[in-house]
């Protein structure tokens, strides 16, 4: 992976910095673009770039693309992974509010419609590129209490496999990495998600401890790399052997 460029979103803490690090580590040149700290997480990496871009705005994302571009002369990888979660409420589908549907919407799917659609002319003009979106595992099991997150994450799963039929003809792949509750920073600054969902997150696993960011790295950076060649419109599942399918 050595002189390849990606970009990262929501790549200043957690699980994006996670995905960050273990890229770098690869030999990437890291793009973290975040609405809070980008700067300072790519000051970090050697020769990092960061962009502070909201996602979910099509003018940021264009502007995103095109600064990394002319300062990089590349995109090769985008990791697809801001999105909202800790943040929202539990509550029954129906006392959710439209506004926030639609937020969630836009930040969790919409955004990466709109950071696919500005990267593939250049993945297409650099003979191809690597997309790797990031899901969860609450659609393959149905949880109750969060279904604009829930529906979002599906649509991800959806998104990939549609997507990958559309560019492999262009030597793109694109594939979707489904975490668990995930002990990230976003979560932990959320005590009252952790009392709800850690200990019946960990009871349910086979692997029988927390979550952690880093584990979601490996499956991330593998469907990165030359040994992923052949590897298009999948979801991996990384949650200890909560789900399996």
């Not at 959320?190 to 960011?213: C, F, G, N, W, Y």
């Not at 790295?217 to 999948?234: E, H, R």
Request: with cysteine; hydrophobic share 45%; charged share 20%.
């Amino acid at each position: 992976m050595q002189g390849k460029v990606a970009i990262v979103t929501g790549a200043a803490q957690g699980i994006g910095r996670a995905i960050a690090e273990g890229l770098s580590a690869a030999g990437a040149r890291i793009v973290v673009a975040d609405l809070q700290g980008a700067e300072a997480a790519a000051a970090t990496f050697p020769d990092g770039v960061g962009v502070t871009a909201d996602v979910a705005n099509e003018d940021d994302v264009r502007s995103l693309v095109d600064e990394v571009v002319e300062r990089c002369g590349s995109i090769d990888i985008l990791v697809n992974n801001a999105g909202l979660y800790a943040s929202l409420e539990m509550r029954p589908f129906d006392e959710i509010p439209l506004d926030e549907w639609r937020r969630v919407m836009d930040v969790n799917v919409a955004s990466m419609f709109l950071t696919c659609r500005a990267v593939v002319p250049v993945m297409r003009e650099h003979g191809g590129g690597k997309i790797v979106n990031i899901s969860s595992g609450t659609p393959f099991r149905g949880v109750p209490f969060l279904l604009h997150y829930v529906t979002s994450k599906g649509a991800i799963v959806a998104l990939t496999r549609a997507l990958a039929k559309e560019l492999g003809k262009d030597g793109i792949h694109v594939n979707c990495v489904a975490p668990g509750f995930t002990m990230s920073e976003g979560v932990q600054a959320h005590p009252e998600v952790v009392e709800k969902l850690r200990d019946v997150s960990v009871a349910m696993r086979t692997i029988q401890r927390d979550q952690l960011p880093e584990d979601v790295v490996g499956a991330v950076v593998f469907l990165c790399t030359p040994a992923a060649d052949f590897i298009t419109g999948q979801t991996m599942v990384i949650d200890g052997g909560q789900y399996f399918h």
